[in-house]
């Protein structure tokens, strides 16, 4: 598991250059791809053109040596076929061997200087019309050509013209000179199309489709294996002998070549197409990945702060008990840091080492099981040696295909909790042990007070009695009745001292079945020689029937005399006609309450606030802990103390108790 507390590296926003980069090196990389497929291709197309133009120029070369090299022969033919002793056998076997199919000579004619036919191989089937009246250079022999040959001394060449068999022809006229003397002229037709057949190689006709133009640029013959229309390139040149715009037109078939070229560059475009879709898609990709990314970031740095700003303690542990996962609050409260804690294994550096085997087995129960949803208190110690009080949770940690891979403990420290809760334990009984004290001195004052008075009258009538003893006037009648009065005085006596006794002897209250009406007329016995001695009236209204409580009857007896005293101290300085105090008991449906309605001085605002205050207390022999302890009382009875001022001057106090049919 990796722990949380490994921080995240910065995410930064890529810059928009670096989305483009790839784009912008692709395009370039395609470019140089294309390019130099370009470059490539038209390398080739040049290569191709200057191989095309110096087989051109081969085969024209050819061409025109081949009808050089006949038109030698036929100037050779001159001296026999025109000799002065006529036509030799021999120059008839020769003319025939040139005239042999597949050559391109198809005819000899010679004539003589004077322009006539002297005779032809094969023989003309129509005889020409004389030279002179046949001036056409396409008819056969020429006149025109006949004389162009005659005056310039050389072969010439006539133009092309079709046969009757379709055949395309042309004829070359030979003068030939006996010494200086003109001796005739020896004409070789030629075929054209036998020319081309016989002089341009397999190979030429493999590689190019060759064609002879006109001069009006008509195809007069071609020789060709394969369609080359298509092709873009061609090479023109015109073909002398026998010229007269006569040209030689060259064209390479379409390479194979071209097509491999073709589906080259469809791969590389369909390449190139998937190489930017792939890019697309992965920068979609990243796209996507990248707000996953910040969403986790968002989820992890708030899960942080989360962690962060706890103040309870997280920590989680593998199955052997291993340290995985601490949070900061827990490495404040035990005081080591997160690389100290992670990977620990039990015992831990903050268990206690006085308490380590009671740490260990408890350890071990809860690895077994966890806690209870109340938790688990345990005593830690920081790393500073302090003493630390911590509230464990421990709950199983379930990964996300629901195995517990460990347990995830929350820890609470309630040092401060428990120090505070025994403070205040202390602080109560403290206070509970002065408020009996304070309680008990009253009493004893009270009792003093109280006893004085039953005392004093039993002496006084024991005094009475003896009196009479003495002086033997003795009514047994009176000496009864003087008696009864000196019993009831001893048991009043012993009642008070029960009561005190009881009080003191009992710290927790002893709830019975109570009458409030009982109570009062209880506590007004007890006050009621004191409140004679400072002349206080007071009256009694008691409710009948009242609904019991359920509580401690000398504490609320306690309460009672308290308020009472506290009314009759109140109208210490108001003059003795108006010191009127009234008890009374009420109830509501739920409550029942006395109520104790002094006409004292009444309790200014500022003071209000205090009066439950302990040690409160405006009276130079005051204790200030009376209200406080009859608020306790209350409170432990489950009721509450109020007062409020009396609209006739003076102070109303209610203690108020639920009642026990509620
Ligand atoms: P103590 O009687 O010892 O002073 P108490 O707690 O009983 O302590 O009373 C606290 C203070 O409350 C008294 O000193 C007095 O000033 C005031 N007080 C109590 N009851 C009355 C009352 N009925 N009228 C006016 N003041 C009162």
């Given at each position: 598991m990796t722990t949380p507390t490994v921080a995240m590296p910065p995410l930064g926003q890529p810059a928009a250059w670096r989305w483009r980069l790839p784009y912008l090196l692709l395009a370039l990389f395609i470019g140089a791809i294309l390019s130099l497929v370009w470059l490539v291709r038209s390398n080739d197309l040049e290569e191709q053109r200057a191989t095309l133009i110096s087989d051109v120029l081969w085969i024209e070369q050819n061409l025109r040596f081949q009808l050089e090299k006949n038109a030698d022969v036929l100037g050779e033919l001159g001296p026999e076929l025109l000799g002065r002793d006529g036509m030799s056998y021999?120059?008839?076997?020769?003319?025939?061997?040139?005239?042999?199919?597949?050559?391109?000579?198809?005819?000899?004619?010679?004539?003589?200087?004077?322009?006539?036919?002297?005779?032809?191989?094969?023989?003309?089937?129509?005889?020409?019309?004389?030279?002179?009246?046949?001036?056409?250079?396409?008819?056969?022999?020429?006149?025109?050509?006949?004389?162009?040959?005659?005056?310039?001394?050389?072969?010439?060449f006539g133009p092309v013209f079709k046969a009757i068999d379709n055949d395309v022809r042309f004829a070359v006229y030979v003068p030939y000179y006996h010494g200086s003397e003109f001796a005739g002229v020896v004409v070789g037709v030629h075929?054209?199309?036998?020319?081309?057949?016989?002089?341009?190689?397999?190979?030429?006709?493999?590689?190019?489709?060759?064609?002879?133009?006109?001069?009006?640029?008509?195809?007069?013959?071609?020789?060709?294996?394969?369609?080359?229309?298509?092709?873009?390139?061609?090479?023109?040149?015109?073909?002398?002998?026998?010229?007269?715009?006569?040209?030689?037109?060259?064209?390479?078939?379409?390479?194979?070549?071209?097509?491999v070229a073709a589906l080259l560059s469809g791969a590389i475009a369909l390449l190139a197409?998937?190489?930017?879709?792939?890019?697309?898609?992965?920068?979609?990709?990243?796209?996507?990945?990248?707000?996953?990314e910040l969403a986790l970031r968002e989820e992890y740095a708030f899960r942080r702060a989360m962690e962060d700003s706890l103040l309870t303690g997280l920590r989680a542990r593998d199955m052997d008990g291993r340290m995985i996962y601490?949070?900061?609050?827990?490495?404040?409260?035990?005081?080591?840091?997160?690389?100290?804690?992670?990977?620990?294994?039990?015992?831990?550096?903050?268990?206690?080492?006085?308490?380590?085997?009671?740490?260990?087995?408890?350890?071990?129960y809860i690895l077994a099981r966890g806690t209870t949803g109340d938790g688990v208190e345990v005593q830690l110690k920081r790393r500073n040696g302090e003493r630390l009080d911590a509230l464990i949770f421990e709950a199983p940690l379930i990964d996300a295909q629901g195995r517990q891979t460990?347990?995830?403990?929350?820890?609470?420290?309630?040092?401060e909790q428990k120090r505070a809760r025994h403070l205040a334990r202390q602080q109560e009984e403290r206070l509970q042990a002065t408020s009996r004290l304070i309680t008990m001195g009253e009493m004893a004052s009270t009792l003093a007070h109280e006893l004085n008075q039953p005392l004093t009258a039993i002496a006084s009538y024991a005094t009475g009695c003896l009196n009479r003893l003495d002086q033997g006037a003795m009514d047994p009648i009176e000496m009864r009745g003087?008696?009864?009065?000196?019993?009831?005085?001893?048991?009043?006596?012993?009642?008070?001292?029960?009561?005190?006794?009881?009080?003191?002897?009992?710290?927790?209250?002893?709830?019975?079945?109570?009458?409030?009406?009982?109570?009062?007329?209880?506590?007004?016995?007890?006050?009621?020689?004191?409140?004679r001695k400072r002349a206080v009236d007071i009256e009694v209204a008691l409710i009948e029937p009242l609904a019991c409580t359920q509580a401690d009857p000398v504490m609320v007896e306690q309460v009672a005399i308290n308020?009472?005293?506290?009314?009759?101290?109140?109208?210490?300085?108001?003059?003795?006609?108006?010191?009127?105090?009234?008890?009374?008991?009420?109830?509501?449906?739920?409550?029942?309450?006395?109520?104790?309605v002094d006409h004292g001085?009444?309790?200014?605002?500022?003071?209000?606030?205090?009066?439950?205050?302990?040690?409160?207390?405006?009276?130079?022999?005051?204790?200030?802990?009376?209200?406080?302890?009859?608020?306790?009382?209350?409170?432990?009875?489950?009721?509450?103390?109020?007062?409020?001022?009396?609209?006739?001057?003076?102070?109303?106090?209610?203690?108020?108790?639920p009642s026990s049919s509620a």
């Open positions: 021999n120059a008839a076997a020769r003319a025939m061997r040139l005239i042999q199919p597949g050559n391109p000579v198809v005819q000899v004619i010679w004539m003589a200087p004077d322009g006539s036919i002297g005779g032809a191989m094969p023989r003309l089937e129509v005889m020409p019309p004389p030279v002179d009246r046949a001036e056409t250079t396409t008819e056969l022999p020429s006149s025109g050509l006949f004389r162009l040959a005659a005056a310039s001394g050389r072969a010439v075929s054209l199309r036998d020319l081309v057949n016989r002089e341009v190689p397999w190979w030429f006709s493999e590689r190019y489709e060759l064609s002879i133009l006109d001069a009006s640029g008509e195809e007069i013959v071609s020789k060709s294996k394969v369609d080359a229309s298509a092709t873009e390139m061609e090479y023109l040149i015109p073909l002398d002998p026998p010229g007269r715009g006569v040209s030689l037109r060259v064209r390479p078939y379409r390479a194979q070549v071209r097509w197409a998937g190489v930017v879709w792939s890019v697309w898609q992965l920068r979609r990709h990243m796209v996507r990945r990248q707000e996953a601490v949070n900061p609050a827990f490495c404040r409260m035990v005081g080591f840091s997160t690389e100290e804690l992670i990977g620990h294994a039990p015992p831990m550096p903050y268990w206690d080492p006085d308490d380590l085997a009671r740490t260990q087995a408890l350890h071990e460990g347990w995830m403990g929350s820890v609470l420290d309630i040092t003087v008696l009864g009065k000196l019993g009831k005085q001893a048991q009043r006596a012993g009642q008070i001292i029960r009561r005190v006794h009881d009080f003191v002897r009992r710290s927790e209250p002893k709830r019975e079945r109570l009458d409030l009406n009982a109570i009062v007329r209880e506590s007004i016995g007890l006050v009621e020689p004191d409140a308020l009472i005293r506290n009314g009759m101290d109140a109208m210490k300085e108001i003059p003795a006609s108006r010191r009127r105090l009234l008890v009374s008991t009420t109830s509501t449906a739920q409550e029942v309450a006395i109520r104790v001085s009444g309790i200014p605002p500022e003071l209000a606030r205090k009066l439950f205050e302990p040690f409160f207390t405006t009276k130079s022999e005051g204790m200030g802990m009376g209200l406080n302890i009859c608020r306790s009382i209350a409170e432990l009875h489950h009721g509450r103390l109020v007062f409020e001022d009396n609209p006739d001057g003076g102070t109303i106090f209610t203690l108020w108790l």
